[in-house]
């Protein structure tokens, strides 16, 4: 997916739905061409690690932690959950991807 070209709450779905919730952590970011990431996070990698190792990141939600069903089919299925994120990523894009630092986006409209 990416926030540059047209696209659809449904085609984030496809982004969550295609990852477990109970194997490993997760972090959303968006490359600085646009394209929306949902990339498992290795326990001995944290997040600011993880941000230094993709210099191509202009914007990341906070990681969604194993086991607590943000990502995975039923996490897909929530359409408010996808809705609210979705419309965070539209919200806050304009503004991340002219920055020259990441920008870390904590809050869901």
Known sequence: MN???????????????????KQESHILWISECGEVHLDSLAPEIGEEEFEKRTPS?????????????????????????????YQTLQQEWPAARSKPEVAFIDRYC
């Open 3 to 21: 926030l540059n070209n047209q696209h659809t709450p449904e085609d984030l779905a496809k982004l969550f739905a295609a990852r477990k919730d």
């Open 57 to 85: 990141m202009r914007a990341r939600l906070r990681t969604y932690h194993r086991g607590k069903g943000y990502v995975g089919k039923k996490a897909a299925a929530d359409k408010e959950f996808i809705g609210r994120v």
